[in-house]
Nanobody, 122 residues
């Protein structure tokens, strides 16, 4: 079973930047689609960005042009570079990994990290 550990959260002023990192261990990292999600107080968890093992990335509209997701399969890490941060970006950010076989998600085996707090405030 894959394990995920996030790091890099913290307090930043509006307009600032943070880089989150998700470190994986324990399973075949290459077969997993990895994504970053976030959950603000009182709101549902929402998708921020995903990246395939081949490096194809997708972003939620509200972060396009500001956030960038990258992946290093050799180091088994996925990073989220967050620029031009806004107070609305304040949330707990979670790393998620979903295993795929032959292009199809294997149900019931997705994995979550423990989350890292990002606070954007002056």
């Amino acid at each position: 079973q894959l394990q995920l550990v996030e790091s890099g959260g913290g307090l930043v002023q509006p307009g600032g930047s943070l880089r989150l990192s998700c470190a994986a261990s324990g399973s075949q990292f290459i077969i997993y689609l990895v994504g970053w999600y976030r959950q603000a107080p009182g709101k549902q968890r929402e998708l921020v960005a995903t990246i395939t093992s081949g490096g194809s990335a997708n972003y939620a509209d509200f972060v396009k042009g500001r956030f960038s997701i990258t992946r290093d399969n050799a180091k088994e890490t996925v990073d989220l570079q967050m620029n031009s941060l806004k107070p609305d970006d304040t949330a707990v950010y979670y790393c998620n990994a979903k295993p795929y076989r032959a292009g199809t998600e294997v149900p019931g085996y997705d994995v979550w990290g423990q989350g890292t707090q990002v606070t954007v405030s002056s």
